[in-house]
């Protein structure tokens, strides 16, 4: 008797099978996040004995099997963009035969970047634009917006994946986009397009072409409410690289962060600013982060961070005002927040600020992301200087990791931070003392004031 089709409720965060429904994920506890889906029941799989005949298997190659040392390698490898920022997040342009997820929230810029590298690659490659939400002439009304109009773009509007892989074969681009993969639709999984199952096999489909026929694949993918790219956890290993974009819509500025990249660093950031012509590229990430920056202010200080392999100057804001409930709220934009309950206990224990019956908020100004220790000296003393109401020189920078017992310790490139400093006129930089051992005063212009403890800190930085 055969088998018939059933249901299965299938968790759209992390991919969790049950077969009954759940109001909560029991793997990854997230709520109303299940959603029906009909699977049907796979095909019977050779037995080990025949896998181990000595009849190959329909479809088997042996030249699949080769030396390392015969693989070739001295072919080009990788595309350029003509967008250095995106090649920097890339890790030196589009490596052929890759599978490139870009995610990020509605409206941030996805679409607008890749249709922006069009006219770039158009010169030398062919490229496959294929639309599951927007028809040609839409399409074609935002390259004219933007400036494309190389004759090597293709155009198709389409959502089943077995044509798009047909038009793959039969135009054989250099470069395809998939915007977004959300819209696609396999005619033999019995479910809704973007749903689990569809996503996830779309996605192996697409990864099968890109190897096969060493064919550069864009994949633009939806976010969910947390910011995640929606579907499970599966979909990002599927692929070769995960590009985020990160930003507030209604902020110009926007950071293009690579969270996964089999061909490059995870820690290389881009930073553009959307125009009315796109999206430009800053070259200059710190002035930017940098501008409008108030004066003779209390509660702000300019952090260095490195992001990947340079440094930028952010500037970090802090406000301590008295609490009008019966237990202080603490808030943070950009910086993590168990973090910040750290430093202020930090504080209060070892230098004797006392944040108890004070809200404390803190805000990385720019809508930047501080993942590194070295951001919280700045943050100590941004703090401090709203609790005392007094204003941090504006020539001063300040980078550091601060211990549990208060101690001020090393972290690593203390000299590409310093130069940056410098480069950007601040005249004085409170620094680790420990990260004062490879660093000479007398080679440079700023001032270098090595600290021990985050008890000393503030006297060198105060008005």
């Known amino acids: 008797m055969a088998k018939t089709a059933k249901t299965v409720y299938v968790c759209s965060n992390c991919g969790y099978e049950s077969p009954k429904w759940y109001g909560r994920c029991p793997e990854c506890g997230e709520w109303n996040t299940f959603s029906e889906e009909l699977r049907q029941p796979a095909a019977k799989a050779p037995s080990v004995s025949a896998a181990l005949g000595a009849v190959a298997p329909a479809g088997y190659n042996p030249d699949e099997v080769m030396r390392l040392k015969d693989v070739d390698s001295n072919r080009e490898v990788r595309y350029y963009t003509g967008i250095s920022e995106l090649d920097r997040v890339l890790g030196g342009g589009i490596v052929r035969g890759s599978l490139v997820l870009l995610g990020g929230d509605p409206g941030i810029g996805k679409s607008t970047l890749l249709l922006q590298i069009c006219e770039y690659l158009g010169e030398k490659k062919k490229i496959l634009y294929v639309s599951g939400e927007e028809s040609r002439s839409q399409v074609k009304l935002r390259a004219k917006r933007l400036g494309v109009e190389t004759d090597n773009l293709l155009l198709a509007s389409m959502t089943d994946i077995e044509n798009v892989v047909h038009t793959i074969v039969q135009t054989k681009p250099d470069i395809v986009m998939v915007d977004s993969i959300q819209t696609m639709n396999f005619a033999s999984v019995n479910s809704s397009s973007g749903s689990v199952s569809q996503v996830r096999e779309c996605t192996q489909i697409l990864a099968r072409v ?69 999206l430009t590229q800053v070259k200059n990430p710190s002035m930017m982060l940098l501008s409008g920056r108030p004066s003779n202010v209390s509660g702000t200080c300019v952090a260095c961070v490195i992001e990947g392999s340079r440094p930028i100057m952010v500037e970090v804001q802090a406000l301590a005002s008295k609490t009008s409930f019966g237990v202080p709220r603490r808030m943070s934009t950009g910086f993590d927040y168990n973090r910040t309950a750290l430093l202020i206990a930090v504080l209060e224990k070892r230098a004797g600020y006392f944040f108890g019956n004070l809200d404390t908020y803190i805000n990385v100004v720019g809508g930047l992301r501080l993942d590194e220790p070295a951001a919280d000296l700045p943050i100590s003393l941004a703090l401090i200087s709203s609790l005392l109401d007094k204003p941090i020189d504006d020539h001063v920078i300040a980078f550091g990791e601060v211990g549990l017992a208060g101690e001020i310790r090393a972290i690593a490139n203390a000299e590409m931070r310093v130069n940056e400093a410098q480069r950007l006129g601040f005249q004085k930089c409170l620094l680790p003392k420990a990260s004062m051992k490879n660093l000479r005063q007398e080679q440079y212009e700023i001032e270098l004031i090595g600290l021990r403890s985050v008890a000393e800190a503030f006297q060198y930085v105060s008005r």
């Open 210 to 278: 890109a190897k096969n026929e060493e064919i550069a694949i864009f994949l633009v993918g939806h976010v969910n409410k947390d910011g995640a790219i929606a579907g499970p956890k599966v979909l990002e290993h599927i692929v070769d690289a995960v590009l985020y974009f990160e930003g507030e819509r209604h902020l110009s500025y926007r950071i293009l962060r690579a969270v996964k990249n089999r061909y490059g660093s995870t820690n290389e950031i881009g930073v553009f600013e959307m125009t009315g012509t796109g």
